[in-house]
């Protein structure tokens, strides 16, 4: 027969037999049958609709049916929303989620129209209701954070989960798991991992064990079939979680569930959380940069440009113990970096997405790069080269907290891809991680996304190289355009930072590090109105050079700090002594623009560059002139805030005017705010090019004249310590000895003792000309029988003159060494009103033009304007020099013997002014000078014949050489208190004659009535003069002395303002020589043929 | 005393149509019968058509019923309201099951039961206009029946019509008698789903007395057709053929265990489906032709009117009884599949050659009677002597109403033998397509006999037949007792 209902799944079955034409009459239950019977037409579907179930509780019924019939076209989805409930509720505290249950009554009372639709009368609900205690008008609400309803439980099915769009609040789930709408099978591979698969495999088997022990009691199962049917679904469940292989039960009361007592109390069991630890973590970045804390750094596992290397199933990747790759679910890591996807991290652990550390833009520096002292990735100078630009690694700072630059350079690739839509340029970074794996991030930019700079600045660091223990770093920025990157080193906060501005939109900003700077973080204006808004361009890191000498072991290094220049000598113990030359420790050169920028920028606002050519290099002496970047400032931090003058004739000649530079630094009052950051400067530049050279420590020598205070003395003895203990500090040379003071008449001793074969046994003087002060030793019977430091010297001697006659020597000058005197030159030494003034110009002039000028103004017949005060004033030196020996004989300390005047210092250069362009220890200026020298002496005939006066071989070095040459001289005593008067004095009415002492205690009171001695030597100097033909001196000299006098009684009236310790002792017969060699020049200046504008 | 019918969702009341014809021809018994159909959409195109077959119905056998002890429109009909009952209310402009329950209010004091409401009825459905019914979706029906009858009150427009329903099955039951409730709708749309296993059970759950004399019976009707759904997207939720079966698959089990308060159900369905070539959301646009299934629910619906007994006090505790129907062949449909065909046959048959011969032989006739003297014979044996005026309105009307009733009955039968997607042999009605119809086929009308007599001479049986005055006969009455009584 054919029954009059849908097509059946097969023509055989009981429905099929019956008499037609008769209602036959069947079982209720036979509507099951009907169901069952009929084919189904429909596919499986992955969506439950409420459909045809005329019941409020449809989605319940609806779920049972599809959850315990497998041929149901919606059991798939149904299975896998149940389990993956299940597995929400035996792991979620585990897994971070609150689940709160809130019962809810459908009681009477309530007038709601729902409720009333919704509530069962009397027996109940009759569709498959699994236990008597489950109690329809009772529900509890499942729900989740926000408050969002994840499900209910359910009469039929225990529990019945939510589903669709609105459901929120399990965030802290991976997709895998629930897809943002629906729970997904987590049996199914990769929804979680091994440990969470193990213990919710015991929890199902534990609930399984509950509900199994509760349907033994027949009186509460009211479903039978569908309780065993349940029981057996958790078994399977279990199986295809691959079986509870735990022994121990796993389920805990923990958390706040709270569901009654019938069956449902089952559910609100739920595995332990598993103590967040990281002994597990896979994600913990391997870095051999010291961390404060541990960094994880999740990826996203559907990202294909973020992968581990080598390829790992995600659900066995640990993140902290009980999570895995898995759990994390993206869209909620959120910003706390403490917690990840709701999981707050153990201890100070952080997490970071390593997508982050990429620009979202590359920038490129223009030029390839090839000189620049950059630290290359894989494949950046190919990059460079294709494009001849050099692109900068495109990552935020961060990453230089997390990997080395060794390690940056060598986990970042680039590469050069064409692409349909052009050229792009992929960069990939790799992050090692613990365990043997990494995080491999690709970045693709695209042409739109790059940026190509255009002007460069110039970028360098000082010192050049990265030495364990050298702490001391300074970098320069220089741009005159606003359109150009800005660059500050890292890491480390910068100790101090300077900027200048300066014409031209010239910008200049020097930063002192700390520390070795490994690199520099690029910003970029973001538009066209310059550096108004800037943008992060990535950054470049520093190759510094290679220190590859051996070690050398402990250096020392003399520095002869001179009122002009100063000297520094510095060497190994077993080489000998060499002027600091700064062949190698130049600036590094960071990026590279334009060279002549960066020669004139570094000049005028640096430090010297090292030239290729080593011989070419900036060496010692240097002159003591600083530039302060803002002179009105009182502190001059060195380098940063104020620099040496490294004179260029080519480059910096105009900062002679600048009104920035310091000059006369040693002489400085009582600060040493200029003396002190120039001498620094000094000895740190001598650590670097001493580290270059294998230094290992560094013991510092250095000189003072006699003539300076004993005030002075002890503020330099503190700012020698203090310079000291600051290179020992922040170079890692540390000193082996205390800072050794000589007085540069010792020094000068010992360098003619040794290194000029200087006899000291039978009579010898040492004298070394400075800038400022000229000191003399005279020795005999190889001990210091005197040692005098008087303020007479090279300015005195020659630049004073010059001064008062520059209107009419400069242009001779500039006409006998064009090229080397430039008509700048020229103009400001014309224009200058000051006499410091006029020495900074005159003595960076002469220290360009050396020993040349005087020769070549020889050659001209134009020397004998500038030599004749020079011939005076140093002639007056050897008379002083004469009534010293005088006295030493009347007082028993010295014997008429005398091998030898030895002359150096750098007014030393002073005797080829006199002598014609090129001093002869044999020609006719000697014999001025021993002349004058036995005139003082009063020895007559019984004077030594053939006395040399000999010019130092290494001039100007002499005391820096002393300072550190190894001698067998002592310095059995120190002269710092005694001059020799030079001129008869009374103090306190008791007359005293030329030779006598004149301690400072003395200046105080001393008076002076005439300036016999000062004639005397004049006049024996005009003999001598006239003697071997010198132009004679047309001189009126009455009123010279006359003015010499006054000269010496308003310096010792001066004197007697100060007190003892602040006096600086200038013998009267020195104080009238000065005088006397000014008023001589301005003599010669009025009786000049025609004026000579200025 | 009057049983009661309940027509529920569009199946349902396109079942009162063979309903209807089987009452006309003496096949729904005798008894009175209350009907009101359900329905949120009043202007159903399958109700309205219903709805004026039985009115009709009920003109032809007008008021005070005029064919005396006749069986033919025998049972009166009485339609307790002509606008189907809804539970909505006429200020629910656009009523959905959010606005029903009041969901908003619902919300803001009632959390909780709202989060369960939100649960188990996702936005979309909440959000669905149901005032074209319950597009396929019977939860969201169940929903607002339930929440209709809250304590036994039942509210919404027409609240009186089914009130009158319960207050019939009161008054039928006040004497301790049994009176008989039919509820008819299909189970796998959405009102009729939705209202089967809610509203009978309400309206019995809510009797003040007599519930237990409640006898409840109901025809479930399974999927038997299909339609293009193409035309419907633009319309928003609606059923859907291709998921009849799942469904159906789902609410039978339902049913099961949720048996209500019926005690006799008839399953029926078909495995070879009718296609409806022009689907519709609701509306006058949703009138679909007639079909088996809707004719076997009448037929249901006549046998637990007039055949079926309740089970022994016994038996109870076994559910319903259910009642399944077959068919001898795979392909066609007889008058042998006809349940209780000895009973039902012979009346439609008889009722089928009553209406064809009206409609051919006497109709014209009768409307030519009013412009003149009609010399027929069977005019002057059966007409002229009930004193009939043939030029009167009323007489006309009659014969009037009469002849579409005839009409309508005859096109059902056609309708019912087209397009389905089974067979169905039951009568010729090749004979029917044509008008006036040719006589020659009246003896093979039915299928499967042949009549013993032609046209003519049953014409001339009626013609030949003595006039019996009968006092409850006006009218055509004593012509149409004589014409049954001949075609029979």
Redesign the interface.
């Known amino acids: 027969?054919?029954?009059?209902?849908?097509?059946?799944e097969t023509t055989q079955d009981e429905?099929?037999?019956?008499?037609?034409?008769?209602?036959?009459?069947?079982?209720?239950?036979?509507?099951?049958h009907?169901?069952?019977r009929?084919?189904?037409?429909?596919d499986a579907?992955d969506r439950i609709?409420?459909?045809?179930?005329?019941?409020?509780?449809?989605?319940?019924?609806?779920f049972s049916?599809a959850l315990f019939n497998d041929h149901?076209?919606l059991h798939k989805p149904a299975l896998a929303a149940y389990r993956g409930f299940l597995a929400l509720l035996a792991l979620r505290i585990r897994k971070h989620v609150l689940l709160k249950a809130?019962s809810?009554h459908?009681g009477a009372k309530?007038n709601?129209?729902?409720?009333?639709?919704?509530r069962q009368h009397r027996h109940g609900?009759?569709?498959?209701q699994l236990y008597a205690d489950t109690n329809w008008n009772e529900?509890y609400?499942l729900?989740g954070d926000g408050g969002s309803?994840l499900g209910?439980t359910s009469p039929l099915t225990l529990v019945c989960p939510?589903q669709?769009p609105?459901l929120k609040g399990l965030t802290q789930l991976p997709n895998s798991w629930f897809s943002g709408a629906e729970f997904q099978d987590p049996s199914a591979k990769g929804v979680l991992g091994d440990e969470d698969r193990s213990l919710l495999a015991a929890w199902i088997s534990e609930l399984k064990t509950n509900l199994a022990k509760y349907g033994q009691d027949p009186a509460v199962v009211k479903w039978h079939r569908g309780h065993s049917e349940l029981v057996g679904l958790l078994s399977k469940f279990e199986e295809d979680l691959g079986g509870s292989k735990r022994a121990e039960a796993v389920g805990s009361h923990e958390g706040s569930l709270r569901l009654g007592t019938s069956p449902y109390r089952f559910l609100a069991v739920a595995v332990k959380a598993e103590e967040a630890r990281l002994d597990n973590s896979d994600l913990i970045l391997d870095t051999t940069v010291p961390l404060k804390a541990p960094i994880l750094l999740p990826i996203r596992v559907s990202d294909t440009d973020t992968i581990i290397e080598p390829p790992s199933d995600p659900s066995k990747l640990c993140v902290v113990t009980g999570t895995s790759l898995l759990d994390i679910n993206i869209a909620v890591w959120g910003d706390n970096r403490r917690s990840l996807a709701g999981r707050p991290l153990p201890g100070d652990a952080e997490w970071l997405d390593p997508k982050t550390l990429f620009l979202d833009r590359l920038f490129f520096l223009k030029g390839s790069q090839q000189r620049a002292g950059l630290l290359h990735a894989r494949g950046q100078r190919d990059v460079a080269d294709h494009f001849s630009e050099y692109p900068i690694l495109p990552f935020v700072p961060k990453l230089n907290d997390l990997l080395t630059p060794t390690d940056i350079v060598r986990n970042v690739r680039f590469s050069v891809e064409e692409h349909p839509t052009g050229t792009v340029v992929v960069v990939k970074l790799r992050l090692p991680l613990k365990n043997g794996r990494a995080v491999e991030v690709t970045h693709t930019y695209t042409s739109d996304q790059q940026t190509s700079i255009q002007q460069m600045p110039v970028l360098e660091v000082w010192p050049p190289f990265r030495r364990n223990g050298w702490k001391r770093y300074n970098t320069f920025w220089w741009s005159n355009s606003d359109m150009t990157f800005t660059a500050d080193p890292f890491p480390g906060a910068p100790v101090a930072t300077e900027t200048e501005s300066l014409p031209g939109a010239q910008q200049i900003r020097v930063t002192q590090m700390n520390q070795t700077p490994d690199g520099f973080l690029l910003q970029y204006p973001q538009g066209p109105s310059g550096r108004a808004t800037m943008q992060n361009a990535g950054f470049i890191l520093l190759k510094y050079v290679e220190i590859t000498s051996p070690p050398t072991g402990v250096w020392v290094a003399g520095v002869d700090f001179g009122t002009s220049s100063t000297n520094v000598i510095s060497h190994a113990e077993r080489d000998r002594e060499t002027p600091l030359s700064l062949a190698q420790s130049g600036p590094l050169r960071v990026v590279v623009g334009r060279d002549a920028d960066r020669a004139e920028a570094l000049y005028k606002y640096f430090l010297p560059f090292t030239p290729e050519n080593t011989e070419l290099a900036e060496t010692s002496p240097f002159l003591s002139f600083l530039r302060m970047r803002h002179p009105e400032n009182n502190e001059f931090r060195e380098i940063s805030a104020a620099h040496i003058f490294f004179y260029s004739r080519s480059h910096n000649v105009q900062e002679l005017s600048s009104g920035r530079l310091a000059t006369n630094l040693k002489w400085e009052g009582q600060s040493k705010v200029r003396s002190e950051p120039y001498l620094r400067q000094i000895c740190v530049q001598t650590a670097a090019e001493a580290a270059m050279g294998g230094a290992e420590g560094l013991n510092w020598f250095y000189s003072l004249p006699t003539a300076f205070s004993p005030y002075m003395r002890g503020e330099y003895r503190k700012v020698w310590r203090l310079i000291s203990r600051f290179i020992s500090e922040s170079t890692g040379l540390r000193s082996t000895e205390e800072p050794q003071q000589m007085t540069e008449s010792f020094a000068n001793a010992r360098y003619f003792t040794h290194r000029e074969e200087a006899p000291p046994v039978v009579g010898a003087v040492f004298m070394d000309v400075g800038g400022g002060t000229t000191d003399m030793s005279i020795w005999q019977d190889n001990a210091e029988r005197c040692g005098i430091s008087i303020r007479f010297a090279g300015r005195d001697i020659f630049l004073g003159p010059l001064f008062h006659l520059r209107g009419r020597l400069i242009k001779d000058f500039t006409t006998a060494m064009p090229d080397r005197i430039p008509s700048a030159t020229e103009a400001r030494l014309l224009s200058d009103q000051t006499e410091d003034d006029f020495f900074a110009h005159a003595e960076a002039m002469l220290r360009d033009v050396g020993t040349a000028l005087p020769q070549q103004l020889h050659r001209q017949d134009k020397l004998e304007a500038a030599a004749l005060p020079v011939r005076i004033g140093l002639a007056g030196l050897f008379y002083y020099l004469g009534i010293v020996l005088r006295h030493l004989e009347q007082a028993g300390l010295y014997k008429r013997s005398l091998g030898g005047v030895f002359v150096g210092g750098n007014g030393a250069q002073l005797l080829h002014w006199a002598d014609g362009g090129e001093y002869d220890p044999h020609g006719p200026f000697a014999k001025v000078l021993t002349e004058c020298l036995f005139a003082a002496t009063r020895w007559g005939d019984s004077a030594p014949k053939n006395v040399q006066i000999k010019l130092s071989g290494r001039p100007k070095q002499e005391v820096a050489v002393g300072l550190v040459v190894q001698s067998t001289l002592v310095d059995a005593e120190e002269h710092w208190d005694d001059v020799i008067s030079g001129e008869p004095f009374t103090v306190d009415g008791v007359a005293k004659p030329e030779t006598d002492l004149i301690g400072r205690e003395d200046l105080l009171k001393a008076e002076v009535s005439d300036l016999p001695e000062l004639r005397a030597f004049f006049a024996a100097y005009a003999k001598a003069a006239d003697s071997i033909g010198y132009p004679r001196l047309n001189l009126t000299t009455d009123p010279l002395f006359t003015r010499a006098l006054e000269r010496v009684r308003q310096s010792m009236a001066n004197q007697r303002t100060q007190s003892a310790e602040e006096i600086e002792l200038a013998p009267p017969f020195i104080t009238g020589l000065q005088a006397l060699c000014v008023g001589i020049a301005r003599e010669a200046d009025r009786s000049r043929p025609a004026k000579l504008g200025r | 005393m009057s049983n009661c019918l309940l027509s529920i969702g569009g199946a349902g009341h396109r079942t009162l149509k063979p309903l209807v014809f089987l009452a006309a021809a003496g096949a729904l018994g005798d008894a009175d019968l209350a009907l009101l159909c359900v329905d949120n959409d009043s202007t159903n195109g399958n109700l309205a058509d219903s709805l004026e077959i039985l009115h009709l119905y009920n003109r032809v056998r007008g008021p005070q019923r005029w064919l005396g002890d006749s069986a033919l429109f025998r049972p009166k009909l009485q339609l307790l309201d002509d606008r189907p009952w809804s539970p909505l209310t006429a200020q629910d402009t656009a009523p959905t099951l959010d606005s029903f329950l009041r969901h908003d209010s619902m919300r803001a004091a009632d959390a909780d039961l709202a989060s369960l409401y939100e649960f188990l009825y996702e936005p979309a459905k909440r959000n669905l206009p149901v005032t074209e019914g319950f597009r396929g979706r019977p939860s969201i029906g169940a929903a607002v029946y339930r929440a209709a009858a809250q304590g036994g009150d039942l509210i919404g427009a027409g609240a009186d019509s089914l009130q009158r329903v319960r207050e019939e099955l009161e008054t039928g039951t006040a004497q301790g008698r049994h009176v008989r409730l039919f509820s008819v709708g299909s189970v796998f749309g959405g009102t009729g789903a939705a209202g089967l296993p809610t509203i009978p059970s309400s309206l019995i759950a809510g009797m003040r007395q007599g519930a237990d004399h409640v006898l409840s019976g109901g025809a479930f009707l399974l999927p038997y057709f299909e339609f293009n759904t193409g035309g419907l997207e633009q319309q928003g939720p609606h059923a859907n053929p291709d998921d009849f079966i799942m469904m159906m698959k789902d609410a039978l089990p339902y049913y099961a265990l949720n048996p209500s308060r019926y005690q006799c159900v008839y399953a029926i369905g078909a495995d070879k489906w009718r296609h409806v070539p022009k689907a519709a959301v609701g509306k006058a646009e949703q009138k679909n032709p007639a079909d088996l299934v809707e004719f076997l629910g009448a037929l249901a619906a006549s046998n637990f009117l007039v055949t079926w007994n309740p089970p022994a006090a016994s038996s109870n505790g076994h559910g319903p009884e259910l009642f399944v129907l077959h068919r001898e062949k795979e392909a066609v449909f007889t008058w042998t599949d006809v349940p209780e065909h000895d009973r039902i046959k012979p009346k439609l048959a008889a009722f089928t050659r009553f209406c064809f011969l009206f409609l051919n032989d006497y109709e014209p006739e009768l409307r030519k009677a009013a412009n003149g003297h009609l010399k027929a014979t069977w005019y002057g044996t059966q007409i002229q002597p009930a004193g009939v005026n043939p030029k009167s309105a009323e007489f006309q009307n009659q014969v009037r109403d009469l002849a579409n009733f005839c009409g309508a009955f005859l096109r059902w039968w056609a309708d019912l033998h087209e397009g389905a997607g089974l067979n169905v042999d039951l009568v010729h009605t090749s004979a029917l397509r044509q008008w006036p119809f040719t006589d020659a086929a009246f003896p093979v009308l039915i299928t499967g006999e042949r009549y013993a007599q032609n046209a003519a001479q049953v014409i001339k049986k009626v013609a030949g037949m003595p006039f019996e005055r009968d006092p409850n006969l006006s009218g055509l009455g004593h012509f149409v007792r004589a014409l049954a009584s001949a075609s029979t």
């Open positions: 027969m054919y029954p009059m209902l849908p097509v059946a429905l099929a037999s019956g008499k037609p034409g008769e209602w036959d009459k069947r079982h209720w239950g036979d509507l099951r009907i169901a069952s009929t084919r189904s037409t429909a579907r609709e409420v459909d045809l179930i005329p019941d409020v509780w449809a989605r319940l019924i609806l049916n149901h076209p809130t809810l459908l309530d709601w129209p729902f409720s009333a639709a919704a609900h009759g569709v498959h529900i609400l729900r309803l209910v939510a669709g609105t």
